[in-house]
């Protein structure tokens, strides 16, 4: 794609690899070469490289990566929370939260999602695996057989007649 940069200067943007500016210069640098842009005030200079990311699609990676970052980390943080709400197995939270950040966005939400039914199905804390563990071994993918026959604590009570 060629694209005007300048009243002089047409870019081929298919061999250019990076743009930087420094005052009212802006450098090109290409595969093979370099060129230089120069513009009459930083004022003017910084519009046209504005114009020019924007053409490209670039975005600065100093300022977007960090924020983004920082949000992603907050999310993984409050899916923890809830997932270690969730499981009621207090055992060893560093290792669980190790595995649980090792989670790609997409397998904490069905972590967490899945976790109610596998506590469901292990109502005794004893028998049910360590949470780094679950975590591990993607316990959310495996099939979860809940006991659905209800059990009745009602008893009857003995009642002893008189016979008078």
Not at 55 to 84: H, P, V, Y
Not at 85 to 112: C, H, P, Q, S, W
Not at 132 to 161: A, F, I, M, Q
Request: with cysteine; proline share 2%; net charge neutral.
């Amino acid at each position: 794609m060629r694209l005007r940069v300048s009243d002089t200067d047409v870019i081929i943007t298919d061999r250019l690899n990076f743009v930087e500016i420094d005052g009212r210069t802006i450098h090109f640098h290409f595969t093979d070469n370099k060129h230089d842009a120069i513009f009459n005030n930083e004022m003017e200079a910084l519009a046209s490289f504005n114009n020019i990311n924007h053409c490209l699609n670039t975005t600065d990676a100093r300022f977007e990566s960090q924020e983004k970052q920082i949000e992603e980390d907050e999310r993984k943080e409050k899916g923890f929370e809830m997932f270690w709400n969730l499981y009621d197995k207090r055992v060893d939270k560093g290792k669980a939260k190790k595995a649980f950040m090792n989670l790609t966005l997409e397998e904490m939400i069905n972590a967490v999602k899945g976790v109610k039914a596998y506590v469901d199905s292990t109502p005794d804390k004893q028998y049910r695996k360590m949470p780094s563990t679950w975590l591990h071994n993607k316990g959310w993918e495996s099939e979860v057989k809940l006991d659905t026959k209800k059990t009745n604590r009602y008893v009857k009570p003995k009642y002893h007649t008189d016979e008078r």
